[in-house]
């Protein structure tokens, strides 16, 4: 039985609140794992210029028989395309590789900007969608500032997304005030702390409840926080269905409670060459 997996709806966005993520996954375990989550019920796939594999991707789309309507596809633009001479050319490449005209969500993978600043490439963020190359828009890793500044360039409504890690051990409750007040979502990525939930007593001794894992217990916090989408990744079957299958429990308030008193310090992802300064 397929999961039906709700939908964060705003901006006129209608994305799936869990996703299914391709970071470090080869081509040859896309073209593998793909078929089986399309099968148990995924719908929303990310995946990035910098990962290289999306040609799989669009190999597994194309194999599928989905409907494209049925599908809600993001890639990300990596730094070294951000210049406005570059960055068309670069999504065109990437919808050629995914074998699709647009993709649902076109992101911005890392605020590293030249000395122009970001507002060329939101510029050409914003082209891109106007020439139709993607549904919608949105923004990865930047920090507060960051975010408040796209957000004045772009104007309100126009970004959807900002794509940053997030999970039960980084606390992430300013920004996503501040979302919340700039109408954007969160998608969390890692959120499964590369794996690190699995082994953690509190959120075990939580699931042992409702007869689930430690890590379902991490996604299901999560996508029970409103306009929250989480995309773990990963190439086991396994794995694949057991992330899929939370959607038949709710965490209670004594739950949720405990969770929140777990360590909210702990960023896993933090590229020096990359990372603004973070607002911990």
């Known amino acids: 039985m397929k999961a039906e997996i709700p939908i964060l709806a705003g901006n006129d966005l209608n994305m799936p609140a869990l996703g299914f993520g391709t970071f470090q996954l080869s081509d040859e375990t896309v073209r593998s794992i793909l078929p089986v989550a399309f099968e148990l019920g995924y719908r929303h796939i990310d995946t990035a210029q910098i990962y290289g ?3 799989s991707v669009g190999d597994a789309i194309a194999e599928s028989g989905l409907d494209r309507q049925s599908l809600f596809v993001t890639t990300k633009v990596w730094v ?4 406005p001479d570059r960055f068309r050319g670069s999504v065109e490449q990437s919808l050629e590789r995914l074998g699709l005209d647009q993709v649902d969500l ?7 900007f030249d000395e122009s600043g970001m507002n060329p490439t939101l510029e050409a963020l914003l082209r891109a969608r106007s020439d139709g190359l993607a549904r919608h828009i949105g923004i990865s890793n930047f920090n507060i500032a960051q975010m408040e500044q796209a957000v004045a360039f772009c104007g309100p409504g126009e970004l ?5 890690e997030y999970h039960v051990y980084l606390g992430q409750q300013r920004l996503r005030r501040v979302l919340g007040r700039l109408d954007l979502m969160l998608t969390a990525y ?3 702390a590369k794996a690190r939930v699995v082994n953690d007593p509190v959120l075990w001794e939580i699931g042992s409840q409702y007869g689930k894992t430690s890590a379902q217990v991490a996604l299901r916090w999560l996508v029970e926080q409103d306009r929250v989408a989480a995309i773990p990744a ?3 079957p396994h794995h694949a269905r057991a992330n899929i299958e939370i959607f038949d429990f709710a965490l209670s308030a004594e739950d949720i409670q405990r969770i929140a008193e777990l360590d909210k310090d702990r960023r896993y992802c933090a590229p020096d060459s990359l990372a603004p300064e973070w607002d911990d």
């Open 53 to 55: 594999n999306e040609s």
């Open 234 to 236: 990963t190439g086991n």
């Open 160 to 164: 959807a997304t900002n794509q940053v």
């Open 190 to 192: 890692m959120p499964l």
């Open 106 to 112: 076109l992101l911005l993978h890392w605020p590293v």
């Open 80 to 83: 070294d395309q951000f210049h």
